[in-house]
């Protein structure tokens, strides 16, 4: 099997490529590119992000074919492809992060500041916090619900449709930690960084 | 709900630990890579490194710690010390490093954690503020506490929010290597006007200092050294502690 994470210049993606090949051993093949003929043939694609909404979408676009070949893979050919973090959010129509950018509009809905009620709660939301398990996903097989995950974030996506919400913690509101849809997964925490049971979610979407 | 977090620190110098945990079990108790990992089976929520190298021709030492560490250790990593331009940062995030810590270089030119925050995102961009307190105000230090600024770092701490740092890592000169506990008005002040998380450094002498800086100081998060390294206690022992204080943790 091959999957490719993809490499567009948003930021730090060292800790994805080593918790990725720390699961896959040498069963799997891991590329880290963004290369459009490598993504099609992959099997599976992680999508990383970190930094601004409107950063990695102007990252994403600055590779030229790169936004329609993921679109081929993930919508037109329903292969299973994971968002992490910005990854997950860029799933959405539009973000506001810096300024109104356009998203990739694969899940419908938008990107928004999480509500800080009125300087209450301290953003980022960094730090350890737990998932409540909203609806079976594949990605969480033999995952606790209120397990904890690693957060770093001051935006959250709000879907249009609640159906595709598997997971939300609790922060200054339920803030929205993961989401599915079909083929589609994302997770605004980051498992690569949630010790053993974050590995246990790389696992699974290995596994899919 | 948001867990407080347990920060180990360990002080790297040329590629190695100084001042390491003093386990019997260790193969090579001066390998900072193990010694995170020990930390990171812990329960340890974050590792950080502070490199202290002083020569030049060392400074790459820090660079094959963080490949190696990351590799074993799935929990996020913080690497300071010596860290001066994008560049600098750049290489250390590359590495592996989750998040860089700036402290001389954020004192002598803002631009640089307001470039780097744009570039990489704030969330890996902790500004760490060594304080001295100086009549009624404290003052900010540099260079590892040997040069005084004549800056507020309460004002400082602000700046610092604005120019886009994620964390505030703040350590109290008075209190560094004493184990008399955190300063609490420092933390508690600095913590009160931003919104950002801050780290309390400086000063842990035992569990109740933990418990201290985050319901008197109100950190986020609390970093220690010496406790964790002599063994005086785990990692573990230390988050019970806090749990059964009512403080929230990653247990």
């Known amino acids: 099997m091959n999957i490719t994470i993809v490499d567009y210049n948003s930021g730090n993606i060292s800790s994805v490529i080593n918790s990725f090949k720390k699961v896959a051993q040498n069963k799997v093949n891991i590329e880290v590119t963004s290369n459009l003929k490598k993504i099609k043939s992959s099997d599976k694609v992680v999508l990383p992000g970190q930094g601004s909404f409107k950063s990695c979408v102007d990252a994403l676009k600055n590779i030229s074919g790169l936004v329609d070949t993921l679109s081929e893979f993930a919508i037109e050919n329903k292969k299973p492809l994971l968002g992490i973090c910005v990854g997950l959010q860029m799933f959405a129509d539009i973000g506001y992060e810096e300024t109104e950018t356009k998203g990739l509009g694969w899940i419908s809905g938008k990107v928004s500041k999480i509500d800080n009620k009125d300087g209450k709660y301290k953003l980022p939301h960094i730090g350890w916090n737990q998932i409540n398990i909203v609806k079976e996903s594949k990605i969480f097989k033999n995952i606790k619900n209120n397990s904890h995950m690693y957060f770093v974030h001051s935006y959250e996506f709000i879907p249009n449709d609640k159906s595709v919400i598997s997971s939300t913690t609790d922060y200054s509101t339920k803030v929205v930690c993961s989401a599915e849809k079909e083929n589609l997964f994302g997770t605004q925490f980051h498992p690569e960084k949630s010790d053993q049971i974050g590995l246990k979610i790389i696992e699974n979407f290995i596994n899919l | ?251």
């Open chain 2, 1 to 251: 709900m948001l867990k407080n977090r347990i920060i180990p620190c360990l002080d790297v110098k040329n590629g190695r630990v100084v001042k390491g945990i003093n386990f019997v079990d260790l193969k090579d108790a001066g390998d900072p890579v193990e010694q995170a990992k020990i930390y990171s089976d812990g329960g340890a929520d974050e590792i950080c490194f502070l490199d202290i190298t002083a020569s030049n021709e060392n400074r790459d030492t820090i660079y094959n710690v963080v490949k190696d560490t990351s590799k074993k250790c799935f929990v996020p990593l913080t690497v300071g010390g010596g860290v001066r331009s994008v560049d600098d940062i750049n290489k250390l995030l590359n590495c592996g490093a989750d998040k860089v810590s700036i402290n001389t270089a954020a004192v002598q030119n803002a631009e640089l954690v307001i470039e780097s925050s744009k570039k990489f995102g704030s969330q890996c961009i902790v500004v760490a503020i060594d304080a001295k307190k100086n009549g009624e105000i404290w003052e900010v230090f540099t260079h590892g506490g040997r040069k005084n600024t004549g800056i507020n770092a309460i004002e400082f701490a602000k700046k610092m929010e604005e120019c886009g740092a994620g964390e505030l890592l703040i350590t109290s000169m008075d209190r560094d290597g004493t184990q008399v506990g955190y300063d609490i008005d420092l933390m508690n002040k600095i913590s009160s006007i931003i919104n950002i998380p801050v780290i309390a450094s400086g000063g842990v002498g035992n569990l109740d200092h933990l418990v201290d800086g985050i319901k008197l100081g109100k950190a986020s998060a609390v970093l220690a050294a010496s406790i964790f390294h002599y063994g005086k206690y785990s990692v573990k022992e230390a988050k019970q502690y806090l749990d059964s204080k009512g403080i929230p943790v990653r247990i």
